[in-house]
């Protein structure tokens, strides 16, 4: 047997154990994540692991228990990022795989115990093919049956392959229609073929399609004029947080307080992140449109040029300035902020790193040296802060716990998330006294707003938590909700009010209350205060073209089939069908493909080129 060329092509029995284990794996995923389980699942997921079989029968000279590690990290990787980000991980994402330092304590957080099940055999496994092997001996490769193989390759490449790749699905869709392994293939081959590439649109997508449609004097105009602006992104704050009690006790006092008075509180606003997520929650709000989905728009685009909110008030006499307690590399933050417009960038590197926690500077030490720099800046200024101590895992010493927990949630992720906001809403107190003491206080607008959930409901333990507490089922709906609040000292206002809406309303909203008519903006949102209704286009934790409106939650099915999607009247909270839902769902993909395409394209400074050459004329 010396002279025969060895290969792995074990007998029958054994390829089977492999894929049936395989394939049991990939049904116990599906189940456990709650995936609806369909027959066009089962039957693609089995197809699609024969072509793997095949594959590696031909390429890989029947290495099958190569193919069953792989298989079995895949899942183990999946089975840990659908538990943090309720979707399965792309290739795309791994131009962020810098940031892994940052995150590895919330993923390791998150491991579920159950996910070791995907791994803990491939030691044992291995050892008994092992045994298998030397007991019964490699078997010969015979030409004729690789040529065999070889040709139901090619067959199968392209029947299956090809028209994957050919056809224009959102990542959901694939993985509903076809399964985990059709997904991954289809990611690939995306990845293989360029990156990311600007959507094809109609001619709407044009200068005079996208401008601020209240371009000018509504309610509350200029309430808020010759002041200067102070805009802070609260870490994973969601809306529920607001005037809510915990055991007695209230997590977000002063944040409750800042709404009660001088306040206009929306609290039907939802997040709209990609893959960026802080970075993304960061854009969207700065530049009034979405963003790439599942690339970071400051990853991969901080050349561009931006029509944003520093850009428009630097040309305004602002001074804009940004802060952030974590490095300026960090999401790629110090080549962004000068592309939108920010005349400076604070970052940990030029602050005094006098109190570290998790990521990087605590909120408290981060607030106070803020102040210090702000009071003597040139007025007016626009200084945008992001805090940074309420990042999950929501991780704080024990000595800045400041809420007494149940039993039953020391230890959970929601008893570390109401110590971490707790301790963060005690920071923000700390920072408006400081801006009271120095003078800042009543000449200023502070606009304060989440940027995503802290506990999505992907995690079965939040789930069942929030769900218990609120008292009604924890939904990502709700999770999404995230709070806004325009705070002006003197202006005596006390309005809440919940007209649905995004982070990308922002810009026009803060622009009517400053006074600020601007007529060349490419601006998708809308100014929350005067607008006849409210819309929110929903992405990236949802399928595309999801939405939610003053009457409507629309949350397309992840098969892509408009007749499977959830529909619900606000009012009612009944069932209502699918297509009565049509028009948002076109309206949700325009908004998100155009954006795309004008990031995609750098089309923006060409658009307020035409635009002004056309109010010229």
């Given at each position: 047997?010396?002279?025969?060329?060895?290969?792995?092509?074990?007998?029958?029995?054994?390829?089977?154990?492999?894929?049936?284990?395989?394939?049991?794996?990939?049904?116990?995923?599906?189940?456990?994540?709650?995936?609806?389980?369909?027959?066009?699942?089962?039957?693609?997921?089995?197809?699609?692991?024969?072509?793997?079989?095949?594959?590696?029968?031909?390429?890989?000279?029947?290495?099958?228990?190569?193919?069953?590690?792989?298989?079995?990290?895949?899942?183990?990787?999946?089975?840990?990022?659908?538990?943090?980000?309720?979707?399965?991980?792309?290739?795309?994402?791994?131009?962020?795989?810098?940031?892994?330092?940052?995150?590895?304590?919330?993923?390791?957080?998150?491991?579920?115990?159950?996910?070791?099940?995907?791994?803990?055999?491939?030691?044992?496994?291995?050892?008994?093919?092992?045994?298998?092997?030397?007991?019964?001996?490699?078997?010969?490769?015979?030409?004729?049956?690789?040529?065999?193989?070889?040709?139901?390759?090619?067959?199968?490449?392209?029947?299956?392959?090809?028209?994957?790749?050919?056809?224009?699905?959102?990542?959901?869709?694939?993985?509903?229609?076809?399964?985990?392994?059709?997904?991954?293939?289809?990611?690939?081959?995306?990845?293989?073929?360029?990156?990311?590439?600007?959507?094809?649109?109609?001619?709407s997508v044009t200068y005079s399609g996208y401008i601020n449609r209240v371009a000018e004097k509504g309610k509350y105009f200029a309430l808020a004029r010759n002041r200067n602006i102070i805009l802070v992104q609260l870490e994973s704050f969601q809306d529920f947080l607001v005037g809510f009690s915990y055991n007695g006790?209230?997590?977000?006092?002063?944040?409750?307080?800042?709404?009660?008075?001088?306040?206009?509180?929306?609290?039907?606003?939802?997040?709209?992140?990609?893959?960026?997520?802080?970075?993304?929650?960061?854009?969207?709000?700065?530049?009034?449109?979405?963003?790439?989905?599942?690339?970071?728009?400051?990853?991969?685009?901080?050349?561009?040029?931006?029509?944003?909110?520093?850009?428009?008030?630097?040309?305004?006499?602002?001074?804009?300035?940004?802060?952030?307690?974590?490095?300026?590399?960090?999401?790629?933050?110090?080549?962004?902020?000068?592309?939108?417009?920010?005349?400076?960038?604070?970052?940990?590197?030029?602050?005094?790193?006098?109190?570290?926690?998790?990521?990087?500077?605590?909120?408290?030490?981060?607030?106070?040296?803020?102040?210090?720099?702000?009071?003597?800046?040139?007025?007016?200024?626009?200084?945008?802060?992001?805090?940074?101590?309420?990042?999950?895992?929501?991780?704080?010493?024990?000595?800045?716990?400041?809420?007494?927990?149940?039993?039953?949630?020391?230890?959970?992720?929601?008893?570390?998330?109401?110590?971490?906001?707790?301790?963060?809403?005690?920071?923000?107190?700390?920072?408006?006294?400081?801006?009271?003491?120095?003078?800042?206080?009543?000449?200023?607008?502070?606009?304060?707003?989440?940027?995503?959930?802290?506990?999505?409901?992907?995690?079965?333990?939040?789930?069942?938590?929030?769900?218990?507490?609120?008292?009604?089922?924890?939904?990502?709906?709700?999770?999404?909700?995230?709070?806004?609040?325009?705070?002006?000292?003197?202006?005596?206002?006390?309005?809440?009010?919940?007209?649905?809406?995004?982070?990308?309303?922002?810009?026009?909203?803060?622009?009517?209350?400053?006074?600020?008519?601007?007529?060349?903006?490419?601006?998708?949102?809308?100014?929350?205060?005067?607008?006849?209704?409210?819309?929110?286009?929903?992405?990236?934790?949802?399928?595309?073209?999801?939405?939610?409106?003053?009457?409507?939650?629309?949350?397309?099915?992840?098969?892509?089939?408009?007749?499977?999607?959830?529909?619900?009247?606000?009012?009612?909270?009944?069932?209502?069908?699918?297509?009565?839902?049509?028009?948002?769902?076109?309206?949700?993909?325009?908004?998100?493909?155009?954006?795309?395409?004008?990031?995609?394209?750098?089309?923006?400074?060409?658009?307020?080129?035409?635009?002004?050459?056309?109010?010229?004329?």
């Amino acid at each position: 047997m010396n002279h025969l060329k060895k290969t792995y092509d074990w007998a029958v029995d054994t390829v089977s154990l492999l894929a049936s284990m395989s394939l049991i794996k990939v049904f116990f995923f599906y189940i456990y994540t709650a995936q609806t389980l369909k027959l066009s699942n089962i039957i693609g997921t089995i197809v699609w692991y024969f072509f793997l079989l095949i594959t590696f029968r031909v390429l890989f000279k029947g290495r099958f228990f190569l193919l069953y590690c792989i298989v079995s990290c895949v899942l183990f990787i999946d089975f840990l990022y659908f538990q943090y980000f309720g979707f399965l991980p792309s290739v795309k994402e791994l131009a962020h795989v810098h940031h892994i330092g940052g995150v590895k304590s919330s993923i390791i957080y998150v491991m579920d115990p159950l996910s070791f099940l995907f791994i803990i055999d491939l030691v044992p496994v291995g050892l008994y093919l092992r045994r298998k092997l030397s007991r019964t001996g490699e078997t010969v490769e015979k030409s004729s049956g690789r040529a065999q193989w070889l040709a139901m390759f090619s067959i199968l490449f392209l029947a299956l392959v090809l028209p994957l790749i050919s056809e224009s699905l959102q990542p959901y869709f694939v993985f509903n229609r076809y399964g985990l392994f059709a997904y991954h293939l289809h990611d690939m081959a995306g990845l293989a073929l360029g990156k990311i590439k600007a959507p094809i649109v109609d001619e709407s997508v044009t200068y005079s399609g996208y401008i601020n449609r209240v371009a000018e004097k509504g309610k509350y105009f200029a309430l808020a004029r010759n002041r200067n602006i102070i805009l802070v992104q609260l870490e994973s704050f969601q809306d529920f947080l607001v005037g809510f009690s915990y055991n007695g006790q209230e997590i977000t006092p002063n944040l409750n307080r800042l709404i009660s008075n001088n306040s206009i509180y929306f609290n039907e606003i939802y997040q709209q992140v990609g893959a960026g997520n802080t970075s993304d929650a960061e854009f969207v709000i700065n530049n009034s449109m979405h963003g790439l989905g599942q690339i970071s728009v400051y990853e991969s685009r901080d050349q561009n040029s931006f029509y944003s909110l520093p850009a428009l008030l630097n040309s305004k006499g602002f001074y804009t300035i940004a802060f952030h307690g974590n490095k300026g590399s960090f999401w790629n933050r110090e080549k962004v902020y000068p592309s939108l417009g920010f005349d400076d960038f604070v970052s940990l590197e030029e602050m005094e790193n006098d109190e570290i926690i998790g990521f990087g500077l605590s909120d408290l030490s981060f607030f106070r040296q803020v102040v210090t720099m702000i009071k003597s800046l040139p007025s007016p200024f626009f200084a945008f802060l992001v805090t940074l101590t309420s990042h999950n895992p929501y991780d704080i010493p024990g000595e800045l716990h400041g809420i007494k927990l149940l039993p039953e949630h020391e230890g959970t992720l929601f008893g570390n998330y109401l110590q971490s906001v707790h301790y963060t809403d005690k920071a923000l107190g700390v920072f408006i006294s400081d801006l009271k003491h120095v003078g800042l206080y009543e000449n200023s607008i502070v606009a304060i707003y989440g940027d995503h959930s802290g506990l999505y409901p992907f995690n079965k333990e939040n789930r069942d938590i929030m769900t218990g507490v609120l008292g009604k089922t924890y939904d990502l709906v709700q999770a999404m909700n995230i709070p806004l609040v325009f705070h002006i000292p003197g202006s005596r206002l006390k309005v809440v009010s919940s007209i649905a809406g995004g982070q990308i309303d922002f810009f026009p909203t803060l622009l009517n209350l400053i006074g600020v008519v601007e007529k060349n903006g490419i601006l998708f949102g809308r100014d929350l205060n005067n607008s006849s209704g409210g819309f929110v286009s929903l992405t990236h934790y949802v399928p595309e073209g999801s939405f939610i409106d003053d009457g409507r939650i629309f949350i397309m099915s992840g098969d892509g089939i408009l007749e499977n999607s959830i529909a619900i009247d606000r009012t009612t909270g009944e069932t209502i069908p699918s297509f009565s839902c049509l028009d948002g769902y076109k309206d949700s993909i325009q908004q998100i493909e155009a954006s795309k395409y004008l990031i995609l394209n750098d089309s923006i400074s060409q658009l307020l080129g035409q635009a002004t050459s056309t109010n010229t004329n």
